[in-house]
């Protein structure tokens, strides 16, 4: 079946710092790459997201990489502020709706 | 524009119940799909419906069952409740093609006693 991991599983840096956190999939139809951010207590909310014909799209301080020759694709966070401290799942789309496990960001001030 | 509503927003029962949880997707959206959250794994996969169909469904066992209306609204029913279905359920709407650009809604709390 489908298979999608994320790494790391948790991610701390100091305010200011650049984040990035990879998802890897193994499904090759898969041509639509979101990732969602869920802030404690708080549903998921989407927060960028890109298709297979695009390598890279950026929106102010995150940005998302896709290589789909090597299947897998990464969000990128600049200058982090303690509000980016959330949980951040991406979900490559081919077929069944699988979420990778998480990624817990903090942000420490 | 309202956005996904679940209801209840909590649950308390019991071993061997069945329950019903409701999802009313954004308007316009003909898409419902449905997860299960829990501490440590991530959003589980149950099913997608759109236009009142079953389009896609993960690997949970047939005690999870859903259903979509011709309204769009979605219910998941859960049969012989066990301790290990206490879980957050998610539902989340798109609008037209599958698993874009998902809206989801606060979730039903289920604790199964």
């Known amino acids: 079946g489908e298979n999608v991991e994320q790494h790391p599983s948790t991610l701390s840096v100091q305010e200011g710092d650049s984040a990035v956190i990879k998802c890897t999939y193994s499904?090759?139809?898969?041509?639509?790459f979101p990732w969602y951010k869920q802030e404690l207590g708080k549903r998921p909310q989407l927060i960028i997201d890109?298709?297979?014909?695009?390598g890279e799209k950026k929106d102010q301080r995150i940005a998302v990489t896709l290589n789909k020759t090597a299947k897998h694709f990464s969000l990128h966070i600049t200058e982090t502020q303690p509000e980016d401290s959330a949980v951040y799942f991406c979900?490559?789309?081919?077929?069944?709706?699988?979420f990778g496990q998480g990624t817990e960001l903090s942000v420490k001030p | 524009k309202a956005g996904v509503t679940q209801t209840p927003r909590y649950l308390i029962k019991t071993r061997g119940q069945q329950v019903t949880l409701s999802c009313s997707p954004i308007?316009?959206?003909?898409?419902v799909s449905w997860y299960q959250q829990t501490p440590g794994q991530g959003l589980q996969f149950l099913f997608e419906?759109?236009?009142?169909?079953?389009?896609n469904k993960g690997n949970f066992p047939g005690r999870f069952s859903g259903r979509q209306f011709s309204n769009s609204r979605s219910e998941m029913n859960v049969s012989t409740l066990e301790l290990g279905d206490s879980a957050l359920y998610l539902c989340?709407?798109?609008?037209?093609?599958?698993?874009?650009?998902?809206?989801f809604g606060s979730g039903t709390q289920l604790s199964v006693l």
């Open positions: 989340a709407s798109s609008q037209d093609r599958k698993g874009e650009k998902l809206f």
């Open positions: 499904d090759s139809a898969s041509n639509y």
């Open positions: 890109i298709r297979s014909n695009v």
């Open positions: 979900a490559p789309q081919g077929g069944k709706l699988i």
């Open positions: 308007s316009g959206h003909r898409s």
């Open positions: 419906y759109f236009s009142e169909t079953q389009r």
